[in-house]
């Protein structure tokens, strides 16, 4: 079912390539197998060994179809995780349904809820069928007790053995279900419940870093040598060190909707007319593909950390520095502006945690205004800013986090792009996202703070839509816009696009350097105006990260271990595997990146892990 929902991310490979996946799948499926049948063959062996107790056939049934059902359902849940994550159901998917229902619920909108439902029930009917025909549920007690000794020792062993994945030295993980340069097939290869059980073992349990590729001394040494300080000066493009500060983050902007990065025209034109009022930056990646770990990535200078996140939990995120603090204790107001509920992924305590002194959420909003599936439509909430900014102490850091770019894509008007297909939805969610901040812009311009502003613009992550071709791993979905602009830029500096090649966590010392303020506790952030900087993005997801730098782009895959890209700068494609020849300049500048990707990855998991 997996591979027949996604057949499009396979299209290009063969019927034989795609045929291996269930070879090396075996082995995984196997073992969970294995584990499956544990405890009824426990159950079995002891009534086979003492004939005097019973237990009801009725149980082993219902342990069977329960089973049936659930492995159904997660076969259908995948279709949508897959496709929103790059991943499959995890962990973090129980973790959003148990802390914000509404919220997940919200996020099935664009699924094709029919589709998986008839398939749910399909799949458990015939599942329960075919178990009817073939399971004989009655145990025979008959036998000698030596003979049943030796049957219930190779038993035994037989069900570690799958349970193990066989003799060899290693035992069961992903990695052995792996095999293709194409990562829809390793997932498809991967048992979805084993990957899911050993996911929620390792999000409880494990202790060690799963990203480590140096001696710790020598990925810091690696990530510090990034980082250098450069000998040039950035240029001061402020007439003020002391400006109001609007953070403006937006949901699931993707530079796949902004014609300057090569997105689709007529979508983005508010972002596309403040350009010639600041300075855009037209090569920045989204730290990973969720809003909690864009926050953090903004706020906080922190990268994303694969498949955790730092922002919920309370002893680790507590730990890290925020902008939030440094303006605060430099006398600035810091209120903190989001239409939907600031508890969702802990958010509120991490806001709390930074020194936030107000928050103006979906609890702050009359029951008219609560229209969206999320809580109040963006255009509302700039509406609330503009009011609660017209009464409060300058100079101050506001930040707002839009929503109204997120599944199920509804509006309070009519869609700007009439087609009923999900790419059209979010065509119109981001054009009305985008109408809002111009409008906002517009409205600003009349109020008295205005005129000491300085206004940034930021997406929290990129996204595969609108384009329906990119895969997890592919930068082109997180490369997001990036817009410094307001009235405190000096007039040689609108209307300029800088190069640099950077990411979210950049925006911290960027700015806290243009106010002479100190931005040494954001270790993981450079200066995107000091043209000395090193160029290079750094991005991740649940199961491996990707590396930009001004010669090549490459992505790694963490349990498959392998690289699954690696684009030189001057060329179209280059995917891994190429038999193309390589030059000596092209190899050294691909380990460069692959080295700085898994340094980065296992650092910025270590440090999580201490936090």
């Not at 027949?4 to 996946?21: P, R, W």
């Not at 995890?90 to 439902?117: K, Q, V």
């Not at 040494?520 to 900087?533: E, H, R, T, V």
Request: hydrophobic share 40%; net charge positive.
């Amino acid at each position: 079912m997996f591979i027949l929902y996604n057949l499009h991310s396979i299209s290009k490979q063969s019927f034989l390539e795609v045929s291996k996946a269930f070879l090396y799948g075996l082995w995984m499926d196997s073992s969970m197998a294995g584990y499956i049948c544990a405890i009824p063959l426990l159950g079995a062996l002891v009534l086979w060994f003492i004939p005097g107790l019973t237990i009801s056939k009725a149980f082993l049934r219902i342990y069977t179809w329960v089973l049936i059902v659930v492995c159904a359902l997660l076969t259908v849940i995948n279709f949508n995780i897959y496709r929103e994550w790059g991943t499959k159901v995890n962990y973090r998917t129980f973790e959003l349904a148990i802390t914000s229902p509404r919220e997940a619920m919200a996020s099935t909108g664009s699924s094709p809820l029919l589709l998986s439902f008839s398939v749910w029930i399909a799949l458990a009917v015939l599942g329960i069928y075919l178990s009817n025909k073939i399971i004989n549920y009655r145990i025979n007690k008959s036998g000698n007790l030596f003979g049943k000794i030796g049957i219930a020792v190779i038993l035994i062993g037989l069900l570690v053995l799958a349970i193990r994945g066989g003799l060899q030295d290693a035992p069961m993980n992903e990695s052995m279900a792996y095999y293709s340069t194409n990562s829809t097939l390793n997932y498809a290869a991967v048992n979805t419940e084993w990957g899911l059980a050993t996911d929620i073992k390792n999000s409880k349990y494990n202790t060690k870093n799963p990203f480590v590729y140096f001696e710790p001394a020598a990925a810091k040494a690696m990530v510090a040598d990034f980082y250098k300080k450069p000998d040039s000066l950035s240029p001061q493009i402020l007439t003020t060190k002391r400006p109001n500060v609007i953070i403006i983050i937006m949901e699931s902007h993707t530079g796949n909707v902004v014609e300057s990065l090569g997105g689709e025209p007529g979508i983005s034109n508010s972002i596309e007319r403040l350009k010639s009022e600041g300075i855009f930056f037209d090569q920045i990646y989204a730290s990973g593909g969720r809003t909690d770990k864009g926050v953090v990535a903004v706020l906080s200078a922190f990268p994303a950390q694969a498949s955790r996140s730092i922002m919920k939990e309370n002893s680790k995120q507590a730990r890290i520095p925020a902008l939030s603090q440094t303006f605060r204790a430099h006398g600035y107001a810091t209120p903190f502006f989001y239409g939907g509920e600031s508890r969702f992924a802990n958010m509120k305590s991490y806001l709390l945690s930074h020194n936030v002194d107000q928050i103006i959420e979906k609890s702050s909003f009359d029951a008219k205004y609560l229209n969206s599936n999320w809580g109040a439509f963006d255009g509302p909430v700039y509406q609330r800013m503009t009011q609660e900014l017209h009464v409060e102490k300058q100079p101050f850091f506001a930040t707002m986090l839009t929503l109204t770019n997120h599944e199920p894509f509804g509006l309070p008007v009519a869609r700007h792009f009439k087609g009923d297909n999900t790419e059209d939805k979010f065509r119109s969610t981001a054009y009305y996202a985008d109408s809002c901040l111009g409008a906002f812009i517009d409205h600003a311009k009349t109020q008295t703070w205005y005129k000491n502003t300085l206004f940034v613009v930021v997406a929290d992550h990129g996204h595969f839509l609108p384009r329906t071709d990119l895969e997890v791993f592919d930068p082109r979905r997180y490369r997001i816009p990036l817009l410094f602009f307001g009235p405190v830029l000096k007039p040689e500096y609108k209307g300029h696009v800088n190069h640099q090649i950077g990411g979210q966590t950049d925006i911290a010392a960027t700015l806290l350097n243009q106010l002479g303020l100190e931005s040494k506790k954001f270790s993981w952030s450079k200066d995107l105006l000091n043209p000395g900087s090193a160029q290079f993005a750094f991005f991740n997801w649940d199961h491996g990260f990707g590396f930009v730098t001004s010669e090549t782009t490459i992505a790694f895959d963490a349990v498959g271990k392998q690289l699954i890209m690696d684009k030189p700068a001057k060329q179209t494609s280059s995917p891994a595997g190429s038999t193309a020849p390589i030059s000596a300049a092209a190899k050294a500048a691909t380990e460069k990146a692959l080295n700085g990707g898994k340094a980065f990855m296992q650092e910025v998991y270590q440090q999580y892990m201490a936090y």
